[in-house]
DNA sequence: CGCATTTCCTGGTAGC
DNA sequence: TGCTACCAGGAAATGC
């Protein structure tokens, strides 16, 4: 599983089950994660209709804004874009959730951090609970697809597993961009989903260095990297798959099964490719892990 | 507009 | 045991 890094503990907790989540990956929610619980959520709730959201233990604010729009409506699908879980509704609004580092959804009642609670009319299960101890994430509901109050998803780029993220698309945003393409994956704008430990991976299969600047990697590396982004996230929501047919079966096995991580928390040990110390520094105010050897500044 | 920096928030851990 | 210090993370806000 993870290697745990020197500086820091453990992991976040996002989708580590307590009792009766419906996800327990054991890794902080990037694309995989979030299209697992949106797949573990869509036949718990489609075509169901909700009497209400109510926000529970958590401060009103634009982080659990308009739940009352939800009231009566019916829950036409459940779609992921990005790391952003969308429900449109009945009524044309869309419920917008970001899982953040520790949201997780459940049936069954937490003891505690339950932000968010969606009460339907009849069937089971009765209820759903979002809980989310660090307040990282958040639950809104919009009115029809507007999503200006959410500039991240507003700019979000292609979806990674979709035909449209080519090499040239993501060569087009690179072009003329000083930042370093660490920072620049970081940003969803070029492409969405990933998170701190897809990127480094990302990054680490394509011999890409953290901190060169996007618009100096060649051409040929950015092919590299658009095939090791669809490779990973591919690998790892089959991953996610396995994790939850575990939890049908036993909960409490923890995720990331099959994933299979190169870089991310091998700090100090060898490179699996050519034998040199992994170096560990913070790129982009993340913790960022790279081989001095393989990933070179352009 | 691009780009860098800061803030939000709490649980877990290290070290005393 | 109890305390402090610090770190993890993605998005949004702020500053230049």
Same mark, same amino acid.
Request: proline share 6%.
């Given at each position: 599983? @993870? ?14 089950a ?6 327990d ?9 979030? =299209?697992?619980?949106?797949?573990? !959520? ?7 209709? !909700?009497?209400?959201?109510?926000? +529970? ?7 659990? =804004? ?14 992921? &874009?990005?790391? @952003?879980?969308?429900?449109? !509704? ?14 997780? @959804? ?20 009765? &209820? !759903? ?20 109050? /959410? ?15 080519? #090499? #040239? ?14 920072? /620049? ?8 989903? /990933? ?27 950015? &092919? ?8 990973? /996230?591919?690998?790892?929501? =089959? #991953?996610?798959g396995t994790t939850l047919r575990d939890y049908r079966q036993v909960s409490g096995e923890?995720g990331?099964n099959? +994933? ?39």
């Amino acid at each position: 599983m @993870f290697a745990r890094s020197g500086a820091g503990g453990k992991r976040g907790e996002a989708g580590i089950a307590p009792t009766g989540a419906l996800c327990d990956n054991a890794e902080v929610p990037e694309l995989p994660e979030v =299209e697992t619980v949106v797949r573990a !959520l869509r036949p718990l709730v489609q075509g169901r209709t !909700l009497r209400r959201v109510a926000r +529970v233990d958590a401060p009103a604010g634009p982080k659990y =804004e308009g739940l009352e729009r939800a009231k009566g409506q019916r829950v036409e699908d459940v779609r992921r &874009r990005g790391k @952003f879980i969308l429900m449109p !509704l009945g009524s044309g609004d869309t419920i917008v959730v970001h899982l953040g580092m520790t949201g997780t @959804f459940g049936a069954e009642r937490p003891r505690d951090h339950v932000r968010v609670e969606m009460v339907f009319a009849g069937g089971s299960p009765a &209820r !759903l609970y979002f809980r989310d101890p660090r307040r990282f994430g958040r639950f809104v509901v919009v009115e029809g697809e507007d999503f200006s109050r /959410l500039p991240t998803l507003a700019a979000l780029g292609p979806e990674p597993l979709d035909p449209a993220f080519t #090499a #040239a698309a993501l060569g087009a945003v690179c072009v003329g961009r000083t930042t370093g393409m660490k920072a /620049l994956l970081l940003g969803q704008r070029a492409v969405a989903g /990933l998170g701190n430990i897809y990127v480094d991976e990302a990054l680490f299969a394509a011999g890409i260095h953290p901190e060169t600047p996007a618009g100096a990697v060649p051409g040929r590396r950015l &092919r590299l990297l658009r095939d090791a982004i669809v490779e990973i /996230l591919g690998r790892a929501i =089959e #991953a996610g798959g396995t994790t939850l047919r575990d939890y049908r079966q036993v909960s409490g096995e923890s995720g990331g099964n099959g +994933v299979n991580l190169q870089v991310y928390g091998r700090g100090g040990t060898p490179c699996v490719r050519c034998g040199a110390d992994y170096v560990v520094a913070e790129v982009a105010q993340r913790t960022t892990t790279w081989c001095p050897r393989c990933q070179r500044r352009r």
